[in-house]
C-alpha cells in the first residue's frame, strides 16, 4: 500500500529527498546552539573571557542563521512534495474512474469516491509533509541530543533515557488505542458527502415536499457521527500532553537535583547542567511530535487504503488483443443472452435467454413494466455491461470484439436521467461531436425539435446552461440531449424513454425527423406511452427480464396481453400516462 502511495510522487521525488537532508541541517544546527552555550557560560561567563564569548557568540549566530535555512528551504521543498503528491493522486484516481465499467461504478458510491478524491487525499498531503519533515527531525534531534547528552555526562543522561522509554510506552498504548477510533472516522465522511450531495442536487424537491427540517436533521446526524468519533478519538490522543509535561517537569527536577549536587562537588558545570536541561527538552519535544506523526499515519493508513482501492480497480471491460475498428452497420442481434448484476457474488438473474435480431435500420419499440430489465438490455448493446451468457452482436460482429471507442462512437444513448454540463448549449451539443460547426448543431436541433425554444432566449445558442441543466425545463434537456446524440452521426441510436417530458406532439414530430432524415440509423425507443412506439417496425415487449412478445402495434394487440392491456389503460378513459420508469 505505501509502496502504491509513493509511486504517486513520481516528478517530486527531488523535492522530497532534499526535505530530510534540510531538516537534518536544522536538526545539527539546533543540537549544536546548547553546546555551545554551555561554553559561553563556562569558559566566557565565569573566567570573564569576552574574546571567548564573542567569537563563541559568532558561531551560535551562524549556526542559528544556517539551522533557519534549512528549515525554511525544508518546509519550502515538502509542501512542494506533498501538493504534488496530493495532485498526483488525484489525477490517477480520477483518470481510472473514467476507465471504470458499470459494474466497476457500481462498486463505489458517487460520495465515497468524492471523499476519497477529497478528504483522504488532503489526510494522505498532511501525513507526507509532516512525515518528510517531522519523521526525520524528531529521531534525528532525539537522537542527536542523546548522543550529546550521554557525551557531556553519562550519568545524567541515564536519567533521560528511563524518561523516554516510560513515556514511549504510554505514547504506544495511547495510539493504539486512537488507531481503532480514527479508522471509523471516514466511512462517515462517505455518509455526509451523500447527504450534501443528495440535497442540493434533489433541493427543488425537497423545497416542493417541505422537507427542509427533514434533509437537516439528516445532515446534522451525520455530522454528529463525525464529531462523536473524532471527540472520542482526540479525547484519547489529547493525553498526550499532560502525560508529557508530567515526564517533562519530572525529569527538570530530577537533572537539576542529581545536577546540583554534582556541580557542588566539582563532577559538572553550570553550562554542561544548562545545555543538559536544554537537551532534555529537545529530547521529550521529539518524543512529543513523534506521537503526533504516529497519529497523522494512523489516520492517513486508512485513507491509503480507500485510495488504493480505487488506484488498483481495473475495469471489467477491456480491449481485445486484435480489436475490430469498424462498425459495419447498425444491424443489432443476442444471441441467448442473460445477465446479471454482481453476477460474481450470486447475483439474481435479470434478463434471461434474450434472442433477437434487428435489422439495420429498423425502428424497435420496447415496452414494458418497471423492473422489466429495458434500460439493461439496450446498455449492452455499446457494451456498458458485458453479457454473463451467450452474445449481442453489432454489425454482425460480437461488441466484445471491437474497439470500445469505435462501438461506442456508433451508438448514441440518450438516457433515462438527461445531463448537461455547466456551459453554452453549444459546448453541451458538441459533446456529440466535438468539431461540429454551428450549422451542424443547428441541424440536429432542428430534428430534435429544440431549435425552436432555443431561438427565443436573448444568447441563442450561446445561452449558458447551468451545472446539471437546472435553467431549462425537464422538455427542452430531454430535446437538447437528443440533439447531442444525433450530432455523433450513429449506426444506432437508443432513447431510453427520453421523450417522456415532451408533449405528444413534440414526440410526434421528433419520431417523424428521425423517418425523413436518419432513415438508415437503427433506433431502439424506450417508452411508456403506446403513441411514442406504435409506429414501429417492431415491438419489444419484455416482462421480468424475458421477451414476452415480439411484433407490429396491430399484432401486439391482437396476440399480447400485456401490450393489450397498457394500450387500454392509455386510450379508453385513462388518459395519456406521461410519467418516467426507472429501471
Known sequence: MVRRILAEVKEYTLPSLLTPVCMVVEVAMEMLVPYLMASIIDKGVYAGNMNHIYK??????????????????????????STGLARNLRKSMYDNIQTFSFSNIDKFSTSSLVTRLTTDVTNIQNA?????????????????????AFYINARIARIYLIAVLILGLFLVLIIISATKTFREAFPKYDALN????????????????????????????????????????????????PIMMLTVYTCILTISWVGARMISVGDLTTGELTSLLAYC??????LMMLSMIFVMLTMSAASAERIVEVLDEETDLKNPENPVMEVKDGSVSFKGVSFAYNFDKGGKPVLVNINLDIKSGEVIGIMGATGSSKSTLVSLISRLYDVNEGSVSVGGVDVRDYDLETLRNSVSVVLQKNQLFSGTILDNLRWGKEDATEEECKKACEMACADEFISRMPDGYNTHIEQGGTNVSGGQKQRLCIARALLKNPKILILDDSTSAVDTATDAKIREAFRSHIPGVTKFIIAQRVSSISDADRIIVLDNGRVNGVGTHEELLKNNE???????????GSGDFDETEVD
Request: proline share 1%; aromatic share 10%.
Open 281 to 286: 527538552m529537545n529530547i521529550l519535544m521529539s
Open 562 to 572: 400485456i401490450y393489450r392491456e397498457v394500450y387500454e389503460s392509455q386510450t379508453g
Open 194 to 241: 451523500e447527504s450534501v450531495q443528495e440535497n442540493v442536487s434533489a433541493i427543488r424537491v425537497v423545497k416542493a415536499y417541505v422537507r427542509e427540517d427533514e434533509q437537516i436533521g439528516r445532515f446534522q446526524k451525520a455530522s454528529r457521527a463525525i464529531y462523536d468519533i473524532f471527540v472520542k478519538a482526540e479525547g484519547k490522543v489529547v493525553l498526550n500532553g
Open 128 to 148: 507526507y509533509q509532516m512525515g518528510l519533515r517531522m519523521a526525520m527531525r524528531a529521531p534525528a534531534s532525539l537522537v542527536v541530543a542523546m548522543c550529546m
Open 56 to 81: 563563541i557568540g559568532l558561531f551560535m549566530v551562524l549556526a542559528a542563521i544556517i539551522g533557519f535555512i534549512g528549515g525554511l528551504f525544508g518546509g519550502r521543498f515538502a509542501a512542494v512534495a
